[in-house]
């Protein structure tokens, strides 16, 4: 199986920063990372596909890149409305696999 | 628009049986794989299963292989998974995701999420 390896495992900012999220795979998955955001209680949120691609209505402060084995997902410009946890996926190959996520709190 | 309703959750014993429901509406559901993910309380998002848009390819994690069955009936827009003997670990909020795009037959990425049932094992 891919392990996703997640860092950090949480972070503190404050609004208005620039938050970066880093992912890494254990072998090469070409482009097939996906970002999710998740809100306490809450279903999971599609953020980003094929690694830099964002899902329909996905504001343009985040943003995704990478390739192979390392990726990060960035937040612009943190809003009080981004304070969740991410997590990143590979779906490269069977079994979909997840990273541990990354708390950002204020 | 889309829209994916998960239900059939509660608490059941270990080893008994219970089957969970997500009802899809608003596209094409028979054109899409859909999948289950779990997530253990207050622990982070495993994948579970995925059927093929027409149901003729099922995928499992090695940790319900054996024990979960997933299906879909297509044309009552709907996905079940089929939990027998389940055990404590299994213990979790369960929610059914859409691939993003129709008709594939390899893994791809999810868009919509259900809003999740939360399933306890439990004697």
Request: glycine content about 10%.
């Amino acid at each position: 199986d891919i392990q996703m390896t997640q860092s950090p495992s949480s972070l503190s900012a404050s609004v208005g920063d620039r938050v970066t999220i880093t992912c890494r795979a254990s072998q090469g998955i070409s482009n097939y990372l996906a970002w999710f955001q998740q809100k306490p209680g809450k279903a999971p949120k599609s953020l980003i596909y094929a690694a830099s691609s964002l899902q329909s209505g996905v504001p343009s402060k985040f943003s995704g890149s990478g390739s192979g084995t390392d990726f990060t997902l960035t937040i612009s410009s943190l809003q009080p409305e981004d304070f969740a946890t991410y997590y990143c996926q590979q779906y490269n190959t069977y079994p979909l696999t997840f990273g541990g996520g990354t708390k950002v709190e204020i | 628009q889309v829209q994916l309703v998960e239900s059939g959750g509660g608490v059941v014993q270990p080893g008994r049986s219970l089957r969970l429901s997500c009802a899809a509406s608003g596209f094409s559901f028979s054109s899409y794989a859909m999948h289950w993910v779990r997530q253990a309380p207050g622990k982070g998002l495993e994948w579970v299963a995925v059927i093929s848009y027409d149901g003729s390819n099922k995928k499992y994690a090695d940790s319900v292989k054996g024990r979960f069955t997933i299906s879909r009936d297509n044309s009552k827009n709907t996905l079940y998974l089929q939990m027998n003997s389940p055990r404590v670990e299994d213990t979790a909020v369960y929610y059914c995701a859409r691939d993003l795009w129709e008709l594939q037959s390899s893994p791809d990425a999810f868009d919509f999420w259900g809003q999740g049932t939360m399933v306890t094992v439990s004697s």
